[in-house]
C-alpha cells in the first residue's frame, strides 16, 4: 500500500548495472505459526569501482539481525521498502535474519501460507517479501536452501535444484537442503512445504540422460494428475525435436496449489502450477481444461530455456520470455492437434483482448517504457501481441532461419540476463538480414491498421494492390513510424489454383502489381493472420463468399466468414456498415459452409465457422459500442440461424454422436461439433428436450457443460434445474464449481446482482481464492454484457465496490478485474459518465495499492 502522491514509475531507459552481485545465497527457513524465521547468507561482489552504498529491496520485514562478515551491524537505513549499508567491503558475507508471517500473506506473492501448504511466488518481485534482496532479473546467484517445518504436516520440503541432504529433529520437526547448480534471479526462487499425493514419471532424453518427474497435487487428486505428466513428457520431447532444447536438471517438479493469482510459474526445476491447470480428468474436466493443461504444462517447461538459462535483463524486457514461450506454446499446441484451428484461437485472444488493451488507456509496447507496478504488465500485449511479433520473425525468416536464429541466441547468452535488442540481433546476424525496422514493433504501440485498395485493368490483365499503413497516436504515444508488416495474400481465379505470397509492407504507401491475369482475381488478405493489425478493405459479399468456401487456407476461410457475421451484425446497430450484408448472404454462407461439408471435414474447423463472433471482438471493430443493440442482434442472428437450418444441426448432431470419453483430436473435435449443434439446436422448439436429454446422459463434463451453456444462453426453462443438479454434484469440488460459478455470473437474467450476492456468499465462495473471485467477479465485468453495462449503472457500481475491498487483500487480482471499467471510451456518453464516476471513487480510496493506482489513474487521465 502506499500514498498516492509518492508513486512513481520507473523508466526503461533509466536502467542501470547493479551496483553489486551476489554470487551464492544460502537461504535457512523454519516454516512455523505465526512465525517463520528467515536466515539468509549472501556472498556479496561490488561490481567495478564505485563507492554506491549496498542498497537491498524488502517489503514489511521485521529485521532481526545483520552481519557482515559474521559481525554484528548497527548502522544502517531502514525504509518500508529498502535496507542501505554505507561503506561495505568489496567483497563480503552478509547475513540478513528476517520474521515473516505467511498465514497472513493473502496476496498470495512472496512465501504465504494456503489452506495446507506453505508456497512461494516471486515473479516478478516477491522475493523481496521473504528477505531483503537484490530483487532484479540481472543479479543472478547459486542456491542452497534449507527447508525447516512438522514432519507430520508438512512431509514435502522443495526447492529449485537438487535434494543434497535431510534430517530429523527431536521435535517432530524435519528438514531438507536443495542445492540449484544454475544462477538464477531470485524470481526464479520457489519453495513448497506441505503433504501432498505424488505422482512419478520418468524421460529419457535425446543425450540418454533419465530425468525423474514429479507431480504433486492436494490429497485424493492423483488420479486426475495424469494428463498433466503425459503433457509434459510431450513438451520435453518437442523441444528436443524442435528446437534441439534438453532438459538440464536430473529431476523436474510440478505442484498444484489452489491459491494462485496467475496461471503457473516457471521456477527453475520446481514449477508452481494453479490446480486448474493440472488437474483433470474426464467427469470434471472440458476437452478446454485438458487442452490449456497440456499448453501451460508446456509453456512452463519451455521457460527453461527461454526464460531461465536466458533471462531478462530487466523487467521492461518481460516479452523476451514471455512472447518467445507462448510463441514456442502455441507451435507446440499446434503440433499436438490442429494448426489452424489454434491459429484462430490464437487470433481470437488478440482481437478479443489485445486489441481492446492498445484502445484502452492502457496501451503499451510489447516492450513497455514506464511501469509503476510490474504485475500490471503481464499483459496481452506483452504475451500475446509479443507472441505475434516472435511469430513475424518466424513468418519473414522461415523456420530454418528462425532456428538458426535462436541457436545464436543459446550461443551467445545462456547464462546471462538480456534485452529483447539481444534476442533481435541474435535473429538478425544468424539470417544477415537488417531488423532495423522491425524491431518497432517493441517500441511502438497500438494496433496498425493497413488500409487496402483494389484496380483491375481489363485491357492489360493487372491487378494492382495499393496499401497503406495507419498508426494512429495512443494514449501512451503521440508519434507513431512506419513499421515492417508481412501480409500473406492469396490471389483466387476461376478454374486456376489459388496462388499464394509474402508481402512485405514498409512504407506508408506500398503497391503491389501483378500481371497475367485473364479475369479480376479474389484476393484474400492477411492469411493466417500474419500479422496483428485490423485490415480494411472493400471486399464485396461475393468476394468474401467466395474466400469463405473456396480459399486453400482455412484461417482465411474461417475470417471472410467471421467478416461477414461481423459486418451483418453492425449493420443491425447505429454504427452501421459500409458493406451491407443481407440475411440472405448469411443464409448462403452457411448454406455453403453446409454443402461444403465431407466425409473428412474437420469438424472443429467447421464448428469455428458456424460460431458467431463473440459481443467482446465485434466491440473491437467499431469506434462506438452499442452493447444493447449488438447484444440483441447477436442473439436474433443465432436464433435466425437455428431456426433456418435446424435439419442441418440435427443431422451432425446425430452424426457427431460417440460414447466413452478420451482425449483424442478426433474426439474432441466430435463433441466441439456436436456441442455447437446443441448451441444452436436449443434455440428451436426442442430445445429444452434435447438440452436436458444431453445433460442427463452425459458422463463427461465436456458434454455436461455443453448442456449448461446452450441451456443458458437460449434461456431455457431447464436452466435453473440443471444448474442445481450440477451444484448438488460437484458440492464438495470448488475447482469444478467454478464453471457454475461463472455460467450464474454471465446469466442475462434481470435480478443479476441479487444473484451474484448468492453466489458470493456461498459455501464454497471464498474470497481469499483468486480462481473463485475471478469466476464470479471476474466473469460477470468481463463476460455479462446486459449485467454489467445495466444502464442505470449497478453493473458498475457492484464492481467497484467489490474492488474496493479486494484490493486491500489481493491488489494483483483486483488489477485485472478492473479492465472492463477502465474501457469506457467506447461507450455511450451516459455509460461513460457511470463508468468514470466508479473509477473516480476508486481512485479517491485512501492506502490504493499501487496496481489499482496505475489502472485507474490512466484510464481517468
Ligand atoms: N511467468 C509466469 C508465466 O508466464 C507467469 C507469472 C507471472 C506467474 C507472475 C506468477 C506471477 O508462465
Ligand atoms: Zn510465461
Not at 20 to 39: A, H
Not at 143 to 150: E, K, L, N, P, Q
Not at 416 to 435: G, K, P
Not at 761 to 785: C, E, L, M, W
Amino acid at each position: 500500500m502506499s500514498d498516492n502522491s509518492v508513486i512513481q514509475a520507473k523508466r526503461r531507459l533509466d536502467y542501470q548495472p547493479p551496483h553489486f552481485f551476489i554470487s551464492t545465497v544460502d537461504l535457512s527457513v523454519k516454516l512455523e505459526d505465526p512465525k517463520t524465521q528467515v536466515k539468509s547468507q549472501l556472498k556479496v561482489i561490488r561490481n567495478g569501482e564505485h563507492r554506491h552504498p549496498l542498497v537491498l529491496d524488502g517489503e514489511e520485514l521485521p529485521l532481526i539481525d545483520i552481519k557482515i562478515n559474521a559481525n554484528s551491524v548497527t548502522r544502517y537505513e531502514q525504509t518500508p521498502t529498502s535496507l542501505t549499508l554505507e561503506n561495505v567491503p568489496d567483497e563480503f558475507y552478509l547475513e540478513i535474519y528476517t520474521e515473516i508471517d505467511p498465514a497472513s500473506n493473502s496476496s498470495l506473492e512472496g512465501l504465504y501460507k494456503t489452506e495446507n501448504a506453505y508456497c512461494t511466488q516471486c515473479e516478478a518481485e516477491g522475493f523481496r517479501k521473504i528477505t531483503y534482496f537484490i530483487d532484479r532479473p540481472d543479479v543472478l546467484s547459486e542456491y542452497s536452501v534449507t527447508i525447516y517445518a512438522d514432519q507430520k504436516a508438512y512431509p514435502y520440503l522443495l526447492s529449485n535444484g537438487n535434494k543434497v541432504d535431510s534430517g530429523k529433529l527431536e521435535d517432530g520437526r524435519h528438514w531438507v537442503k536443495w542445492h540449484d547448480p544454475f544462477k538464477k534471479p531470485c524470481y526464479l526462487f520457489a519453495l513448497v512445504a506441505g503433504d501432498f499425493d505424488l505422482l512419478e514419471d520418468h524421460f529419457k532424453t535425446v543425450s540418454g540422460r533419465k530425468i525423474l518427474l514429479q507431480l504433486f497435487v492436494d490429497k485424493g487428486k492423483a488420479k486426475r494428475g495424469k494428463h498433466a505428466l503425459t503433457s509434459l513428457k510431450k513438451s520435453m520431447q518437442w523441444d528436443e525435436e524442435v528446437f534441439d532444447l534438453e532438459y538440464d536438471l536430473d529431476i523436474y517438479m510440478v505442484v498444484a496449489v489452489d491459491f494462485f493469482n496467475m496461471g503457473a510459474m516457471e521456477n527453475k526445476g520446481l514449477n508452481v502450477f494453479n490446480s486448474k491447470f493440472v488437474l483433470a480428468d474426464s467427469e470434471s474436466a472440458t476437452d478446454e481444461d485438458f487442452f490449456n493443461i497440456e499448453s501451460v504444462i508446456a509453456h512452463e517447461y519451455f521457460h527453461n530455456w527461454t526464460g531461465n538459462r536466458v533471462t531478462c535483463r530487466d523487467w521492461f524486457q518481460l516479452s523476451l520470455k514471455e512472447g518467445l514461450t507462448v510463441f514456442r506454446d502455441q507451435q507446440f499446441s499446434a503440433d499436438m492437434s490442429s494448426r489452424v484451428v489454434n491459429r484462430i484461437k490464437n487470433v481470437k485472444v488478440i482481437r478479443e483482448h489485445q486489441f481492446a488493451e492498445d484502445a484502452s488507456a492502457m496501451s503499451h509496447p510489447i516492450r513497455p517504457d514506464e511501469v509503476i507496478e510490474m504485475n500490471n504488465f503481464y499483459t496481452v500485449t506483452v504475451y500475446d501481441k509479443g507472441a505475434e511479433v516472435i511469430r513475424m520473425l518466424h513468418t519473414l525468416l522461415g523456420q530454418q532461419g528462425f532456428k538458426n536464429g535462436i541457436d545464436l541466441y543459446f550461443k551467445r547468452h545462456d547464462g546471462q540476463a538480456v534485452t529483447c535488442d539481444d534476442f533481435v540481433s541474435a535473429m538478425q546476424d544468424a539470417n544477415q538480414v537488417d531488423l532495423s525496422q522491425f524491431k518497432l514493433w517493441y517500441s511502438q504501440s497500438g494496433t496498425p491498421v493497413v488500409s487496402v485498395k483494389e484496380r483491375f485493368d481489363d485491357a492489360t490483365g493487372e491487378y494492382i494492390l495499393e496499401f497503406q499503413q495507419i498508426n494512429a497516436p495512443t494514449a501512451d504515444q503521440q508519434q507513431k513510424q512506419n513499421l515492417h508488416i508481412p501480409i500473406r495474400l492469396e490471389f483466387m481465379c476461376n478454374g486456376e489454383k489459388p496462388s499464394a505470397e509474402l508481402f512485405e509492407l514498409k512504407q506508408g504507401s506500398q503497391t503491389l502489381t501483378k500481371s497475367g491475369f485473364t479475369e479480376k482475381p479474389t484476393v484474400a488478405l492477411l492469411a493466417d493472420f500474419s500479422a496483428p493489425v485490423k485490415l480494411e478493405f472493400d471486399y464485396t459479399v461475393d468476394a468474401l463468399l467466395k474466400i469463405a468456401l473456396q480459399s486453400q487456407d482455412g484461417f482465411s476461410r474461417w475470417d471472410a466468414g467471421q467478416k461477414l457475421f461481423s459486418e451483418y451484425l453492425h449493420g443491425k446497430t447505429p454504427a452501421g456498415s459500409t458493406f451491407k450484408v443481407s440475411l440472405r448472404d448469411i443464409d448462403n454462407l452457411i448454406n455453403g459452409i453446409f454443402n461444403d461439408k465431407q466425409a473428412d471435414t474437420d469438424w472443429a474447423l467447421l464448428a469455428e465457422m458456424l460460431t458467431l463472433p463473440n459481443i467482446e471482438t465485434l466491440a473491437q471493430q467499431v469506434s462506438r459500442y452499442y452493447v444493447v443493440e449488438l447484444n440483441k442482434a447477436r442473439k436474433e442472428l443465432e436464433s435466425h440461424i437455428a431456426n433456418t437450418f435446424s435439419a442441418n444441426f440435427l443431422l451432425i448432431y446425430s452424426e457427431s454422436a460417440q460414447s466413452g470419453y478420451k482425449y483424442t483430436a478426433t474426439q474432441v473435435n466430435k463433441r466441439k461439433i456436436r456441442n455447437l449443434c446443441l448451441h444452436y439446436l436449443a434455440k428451436t422448439d426442442i430445445g429444452d428436450k434435447l438440452v436436458s436429454e444431453q445433460f442427463s446422459a452425459s458422463s463427461n463434463m465436456t458434454d455436461s457443460l455443453g448442456a449448461l451453456k446452450a441451456a443458458q444462453s437460449a434461456l431455457l426453462p431447464c436452466f435453473e434445474r440443471l444448474m442445481s443438479e450440477f451444484e448438488q454434484k460437484w458440492a464438495d469440488d470448488p475447482l469444478v464449481l467454478d464453471k457454475w460459478f461463472a455460467l450464474h455470473a454471465s446469466s442475462e437474467i434481470p435480478d443479476i446482482l441479487a444473484r451474484l450476492d448468492l453466489l458470493l456468499s456461498h459455501k464454497q465462495f471464498n474470497h481469499d481464492n483468486p480462481n473463485r473471485v475471478r469466476s464470479v467477479i471476474g466473469t460477470f465485468a468481463f463476460y455479462n454484457p446486459t449485467g454489467f453495462h445495466a444502464i442505470d449503472g449497478s453493473g458498475y457500481k457492484y464492481i467497484a465496490d467489490y474492488l474496493l475491498k479486494l484490493d486491500a487483500r489481493n491488489p494483483q487480482v483486483a488489477a485485472r478485474i478492473v479492465t472492463p471499467l477502465s474501457q469506457w471510451k467506447k461507450m455511450d456518453e451516459a455509460r461513460a459518465e457511470l463508468m468514470k464516476h466508479q473509477l473516480t471513487r476508486l481512485l479517491a480510496q485512501p492506502n490504493l495499492s499501487k496496481d489499482l493506482y496505475e489502472k485507474v489513474s490512466k484510464s481517468l487521465s
